[in-house]
C-alpha cells in the first residue's frame, strides 16, 4: 500500500527535526568562519576521522544503492556487492598511496591538481567535464531515483517528491561543508538502523512465507530458492555479464571504477582534504568498515524481494512495478513493513538521498566557484565566492529537478546508468592522475590526450558492435552476445568495465609516448616530490587494513 502512517510520519518527523535542529546549532557554532572559502567548502580542519568516515559513507550511499543497487540484487544478486567490498580495500589504498600526495601538496580541488601537476588547460577542461559529469549523470540520478523511492513508498506525487528532496538538500548544502560533515553522522546512523531493520524484516519475511522463522532461516531459503544470486562471479552465459563481467570484476575495469571514484573524485576526497594525514586515514578506514556492511542494507533486501515476488507474496499492482523495473524492489519491499518501521525506513532512504545531495552539490559550487569562476575573476573576495558558491548550489539542484525525468534513468536501470555513464571519462581521468602522481616525466600534453582522447575511445568501443562483429572476443568472456528488440539480431557487445580496461591501457600507452616525445623536445615537466616516508601508516591502521582484506578474502572464497 502506497501511504504512510501516522506513526511513519511521527518517525520521519522526528528525523527530520534531529537533523534539521543539529544542522542549525552547527551552522551558529560555526558562523564567525563562513567568510572564508576554504573553511565553506571543505571544513578545513574541524572534521574529526568519526566524522570524515560518516561523511564518506552518507554522501556515497543514497538512492543509487538502496533503490538501483537493489533492483541489481533483485535481478543478478549478491555479485552487485562487488562494488561495494571492492570500495572498502580500494579505500586503503587511497589512504595510504593518494591522500598522503594530496595534502603534502596542499591540494583542495581536483581541477587544482591538475593546475599544479599540468596546466590550467587540462584543469578547466576537466572543471568543465566534472560538472556536467557531476550534474547530468550524478546529481540528476539520485534525484530521480529518490523521488521514485519515496513516491513509491508514500504515494506522493513523483514531482512534489523530486522538488522536496531538492529542497531539503539546499538547505543542508547552504550551510557548507561543516553543516553536511556533522549532519552526515546522523543521517549514516538513521541509513544504517533503518537499512537494517529493512533487511531483518524482509529477509523475516523469507522465511514466514516458507514455513521457516527468523532472518537465519530466511538467509538460507533465499540461498536454496534463489541460488544463482548467491555467487559472487558470474559466468557469461548469466544475462547479466555485460554488466559484471567475470573476472574483471577482480583483475580489470572495477579497479578504475573504484580508484577513480574513492581517490580522484572532488565529491569523495572532499571530505578528507581539509584534515591533518592521520585524521583523514582514520577517517578513510572506518569508511572501509562501513563499506563492508553496505551489502547487509542495499543488496539483500533485493534479493528477498526477488524471492517474495517469485512466490506471488505481493499483490498484483507490485508485481506487475516489479515486472517493469527492478528498481521498484525496495519501495515495494518497505510497503510490507509495519507501521513506524516503515517511517524508520522511510527515514534511512531519505537521508540516503538527502545526504549525497547534499555532498554532491557541495563539490559542484565547489568547482565552479574555486576552479572557474575564481580563475576568471580572481579578485574576487573570499564572502562573494561564498556567495557564489551558494548560488551555485541552488541553479544546479533546479537542473536537476528539470531534466533528470528525461535522461531515460529508470530504462538502463539506475545502477547500471550511473556507472556507465561514468565510466565514459574514468579511465582518461584515472591514467592522468596515476601517471601525473607517480611518474615525473608525465607531460601536460599527455594530460590531454587522456582527457580528450579517453572520452573518445570510450564511445568509439561503445558503438563499435554495431559495425564491427566482435563474436572473437566471446570466448575469452571480453564480449556479450546481445540479442534487439526484434529478438533477430545479435551484437556482441563489450561490458562496460572491460571498455573501461581498454580505454585505461590505451591512455597509458599514448601519455607514456606523447610524454617520451615531448621530454626528447625538451619538455621537462616538474612533478610532485613523491618519497617512502609519506606512505608509512601507524600500526592501528595497518591492524585496521589486514583485518579488511581478511573479511574480503573469507567473503569471496566463501561466495565465488
Not at 456 to 471: E, G, Q, R, T
Not at 488 to 508: A, Q, S
Request: glycine share 8%.
Amino acid at each position: 500500500m502506497k501511504s504512510l502512517s501516522t506513526s511513519d510520519y511521527v518517525v520521519f518527523f522526528i528525523y527530520f527535526i534531529i537533523v534539521a535542529t543539529y544542522g542549525i546549532w552547527v551552522y551558529r557554532r560555526k558562523r564567525h568562519a563562513d567568510a572564508t572559502s576554504k573553511d565553506y567548502f571543505l571544513a578545513e580542519g574541524s572534521l574529526t576521522w568519526w566524522a570524515i568516515g560518516a561523511s564518506l559513507i552518507a554522501s556515497n550511499i543514497s538512492a543509487e544503492q538502496f533503490v538501483a543497487m537493489a533492483g541489481n540484487g533483485f535481478t543478478m544478486g549478491l555479485a552487485v556487492s562487488a562494488y561495494e567490498w571492492m570500495a572498502a580495500l580500494t579505500l586503503v589504498i587511497v589512504a595510504v598511496f593518494f591522500i598522503p600526495v594530496y595534502l603534502k601538496n596542499k591540494i583542495f580541488t581536483m581541477p587544482q591538481f591538475l593546475h599544479q601537476r599540468y596546466n590550467s588547460t587540462v584543469a578547466m577542461v576537466m572543471a568543465v567535464f566534472w560538472l556536467l559529469l557531476y550534474i547530468v549523470v550524478n546529481l540528476t540520478s539520485i534525484l530521480y531515483l529518490g523521488a521514485i523511492a519515496v513516491n513509491g513508498i508514500s504515494g506522493i506525487n513523483f514531482t512534489v517528491c523530486l522538488v522536496a528532496l531538492a529542497f531539503f538538500a539546499v538547505i543542508i548544502t547552504l550551510g557548507g561543508m561543516k553543516v553536511i560533515g556533522f549532519t552526515d553522522v546522523i543521517q549514516v546512523f538513521f541509513l544504517i538502523l533503518g537499512g537494517l531493520v529493512t533487511t531483518y524484516i524482509a529477509v523475516s519475511l523469507v522465511a514466514d512465507h516458507n514455513g521457516g522463522k527468523g532472518v537465519f532461516d530466511g538467509i538460507k531459503l533465499m540461498a536454496s530458492k534463489a541460488n544463482d544470486h548467491f555467487h559472487m562471479i558470474l559466468k557469461k552465459e548469466n544475462p547479466s555479464f555485460i554488466d559484471l563481467p567475470g573476472l574483471s570484476v577482480l583483475l580489470g575495469g572495477m579497479w578504475i571504477v573504484n580508484l577513480n571514484y574513492w581517490g580522484c573524485n572532488q565529491y569523495i576526497t572532499q571530505r578528507a582534504l581539509g584534515a591533518n594525514l592521520k585524521t583523514a586515514r582514520g577517517g578513510i578506514l572506518f569508511a572501509a568498515f562501513l563499506k563492508l556492511m553496505m551489502p547487509l542494507i542495499v543488496v539483500l533486501p533485493g534479493i528477498a524481494a526477488y524471492v517474495l515476488y517469485k512466490d506471488h507474496v505481493f499483490d498484483n499492482q507490485a508485481m506487475n512495478s516489479l515486472h517493469e523495473n527492478a528498481d521498484k524492489s525496495y519501495p515495494v519491499l518497505l510497503n510490507l513493513l509495519p507501521a513506524g518501521f516503515k517511517g524508520l525506513s522511510f527515514a534511512a532512504l531519505t537521508a540516503a538521498v538527502v545526504a549525497s545531495l547534499a555532498g554532491k552539490a557541495n563539490s559542484i559550487a565547489t568547482i565552479f566557484t574555486l576552479d572557474i569562476f575564481k580563475k576568471l575573476k580572481p579578485e574576487t573576495p573570499d564572502y562573494k565566492l561564498v556567495t557564489v558558491g551558494k548560488i551555485t548550489v541552488v541553479a544546479a539542484m533546479i537542473i536537476g529537478v528539470v531534466i533528470s525525468p528525461f535522461l531515460g534513468i529508470d530504462k538502463k536501470g539506475g545502477f547500471t546508468f550511473i556507472q556507465e555513464y561514468t565510466g565514459f571519462f574514468s579511465p582518461g581521468i584515472f591514467a592522468m592522475f596515476i601517471l601525473g602522481f607517480f611518474w615525473k616525466k608525465t607531460t601536460s600534453n599527455a594530460a590531454l590526450f587522456a582527457t580528450i582522447g579517453g572520452f573518445a575511445f570510450s564511445v568509439f568501443f561503445k558503438f563499435l558492435p554495431k559495425f564491427v562483429n566482435l563474436a572473437f572476443l566471446y570466448p575469452f568472456g571480453f564480449a556479450k552476445q546481445v540479442v534487439q528488440e526484434d529478438g533477430v539480431t545479435k551484437l556482441y557487445e563489450i561490458p562496460f568495465l572491460d571498455r573501461m580496461g581498454f580505454v585505461f591501457i590505451i591512455c597509458v600507452i599514448g601519455m607514456w609516448i606523447i610524454s617520451m616525445i615531448d621530454n626528447a623536445r625538451g619538455i621537462t615537466p616538474e612533478g610532485f616530490e613523491v618519497d617512502r616516508s609519506m606512505f608509512k601508516t601507524s600500526r592501528s591502521f595497518a591492524i585496521g587494513a589486514l583485518i579488511i582484506c581478511g573479511i574480503l578474502v573469507a567473503l569471496y572464497a566463501s561466495l565465488w
